[in-house]
């Protein structure tokens, strides 16, 4: 069986790429060691952890190419990872939203279209100076 990838799809996997990227970069500057995990797998996205291995941290990024809602699926009760990183705009100048996965339920906008449920964070609920470029959520390495 072939699989083909789309335009579109290849357009978001690096959006999602940059992203991604983006965000160990940033946690490097931190003084954690950041490493992607395998990409396309249902999972965190990136493991962090400190020079000798005593504190390890996990991390949720979702990226978006402009200021749009972010996707959480059709359940709130697997959101994964200590921290989700939502990186907007990452096509002109990434920012950073630092957030839990308590504060993403917490937020979550429930629609149904057709009898299907699926639950999206708004730009108005994450882009608050709360959680804007708040790298220090997460703690020293």
Not at 97 to 121: C, N, Q
């Given at each position: 069986m072939e699989i083909r990838a789309t335009k579109r799809n290849k357009k978001s996997q690096v959006t999602g790429n940059v992203g991604l990227y983006f965000v160990c970069y940033r946690l490097s500057l931190h003084g954690w060691n950041a490493m992607p995990t395998s990409r396309n797998a249902r999972g965190i996205d990136i493991i962090a952890y400190n020079t000798d291995c005593t504190k390890t941290i996990s991390f949720q990024v979702k990226t978006l190419s402009n200021r749009s809602p972010v996707p959480l699926g059709k359940s709130l009760e697997r959101l994964m990872g200590d921290f989700w990183i939502?990186?907007?705009?990452?096509?002109?100048?990434?920012?950073?939203?630092?957030?839990?996965?308590?504060?993403?339920?917490?937020?979550?906008?429930?629609?149904?279209?057709?009898?299907?449920?699926?639950?999206?964070?708004?730009?108005?609920?994450?882009?608050?100076?709360?959680?804007?470029?708040?790298?220090?959520?997460?703690?020293?390495?």
């Open positions: 939502i990186v907007n705009d990452v096509n002109k100048v990434p920012c950073v939203f630092v957030m839990t996965p308590e504060e993403i339920k917490e937020r979550a906008h429930r629609g149904e279209k057709d009898g299907i449920v699926s639950y999206w964070l708004q730009p108005r609920a994450y882009e608050i100076d709360d959680f804007r470029e708040k790298w220090e959520r997460i703690g020293q390495p």
